[in-house]
């Protein structure tokens, strides 16, 4: 049987990307790649393709990290250059399909099972399981956020 807690919570992932596709479906090429923030130094948040560019990355990196506690695990590098919104709605899609199909290599454990595991990621945070993949879709939240404020300036 399928581990009932990550099924939720990939219906979430899910879900809280829906909006964030929503608003890309319905931007030009212009605004998807203008620079929208010019004091940052954080290249990840200078423009929506950026902030796009930087949700997609991260999402395969929690899957990656997830994925590290298989027996077969691989990392899956992310490195396509999205041009435009409509690609970027498709690289999501296929973000979360490569989240599906690690989360399909674990769903045999049992919620205690997947809490003992521990995922130290490259910001020096240590998560289970399901706190990692909560931090993937209030990432995408936040991000999201970012988008509708530079949209509106």
Request: hydrophobic residues 40%; glycine residues 0%; aromatic residues 10%.
């Amino acid at each position: 049987m399928k581990n009932r807690m990550l099924v939720a919570i990939m219906i979430e992932y899910t879900r809280a990307t829906a909006p964030l596709k929503d608003i890309l479906s319905h931007i030009t090429e212009k605004d998807f790649s203008e620079i929208r923030d010019y004091k940052t130094t954080d290249e990840d948040c200078k423009s929506i393709l950026a902030v796009v560019n930087h949700c997609i990355n991260s999402g395969y990196t929690y899957a990656n990290y997830i994925d590290s506690i298989t027996q077969d695990s691989t990392w899956l590098a992310y490195e396509k250059v999205i041009v435009n919104p409509l690609m970027a709605i498709d690289e999501l899609d296929k973000m979360l399909d490569y989240t599906q199909a690690i989360l399909e290599k674990i769903s045999f454990y049992t919620d205690k099972e997947l809490e003992q595991f521990q995922i130290k990621t490259r910001w020096h945070v240590t998560y289970d399981v399901e706190q990692l993949l909560e931090h993937a879709i209030v990432h995408i939240l936040r991000h999201r956020l970012q988008i509708e404020n530079f949209l509106k300036t």
